[in-house]
């Protein structure tokens, strides 16, 4: 609803004024410039990998709806699989927005097989990849072990909503960078 359209609002102007926000924030920051840097190339690298796990997902589960749709026998499996890949992108409606109307009307047009295969397809294919692809995907190019990535994306989710896609694996690449930092710091009184 108006939280998406609010992150997408300001996304727009994060990816335009960014680097002056980024600019800004390192002035006022306390840490030291090597630490500052790390975090903002991992923030970067993050932010990449969501965008990149996001929408590979979207495609992955499009093209398995399109496949499902079409061996059910739904008229137009592209557009109904190129919608499957819209909707794979919000939470908690997601694909099953789609292949579940999708199936049933196929159901009770009389086709039977189609209907039920159809919503098993959508069920345990098209929306298992949602919850193991996409972490795995961002943990992979966020160099994030997938596990974590996996309850972060999820725990995101279901704190933030949509947002939480991004907040959550945000907050927990700024965690692990911030101990990496303390790491670093304080290794000569850690290693005794």
Known sequence: GIGFVIMMFS???LFKDGDKFVEKLTILSPLPRKYENEIIKRLKETVNAIAFGVFLTAIIQG????????????????????ATALFSIIPMVGTAAIWFPAAIITFALGNYVGGVFLFLWGMFIVGTVDNLVRPYLIG????????????????????FGLQGLIIGPI????????LHIYELEYRNVLDK
Not at 141 to 157: D, M, R, S, W
Not at 171 to 178: H, R
């Open 11 to 13: 996304m727009f102007y």
């Open 171 to 178: 907050i927990l690449i700024l965690l692990l960078t911030l």
């Open 63 to 82: 093209t398995l709806a399109g496949i499902g749709f079409t061996i059910a026998g739904v008229s137009n499996p592209i557009f109904w699989g190129a």
């Open 140 to 159: 992979t190019k966020a160099h994030i072990y997938p596990l974590l990535t996996f309850f972060v994306v999820l725990g995101g989710l279901w704190t």
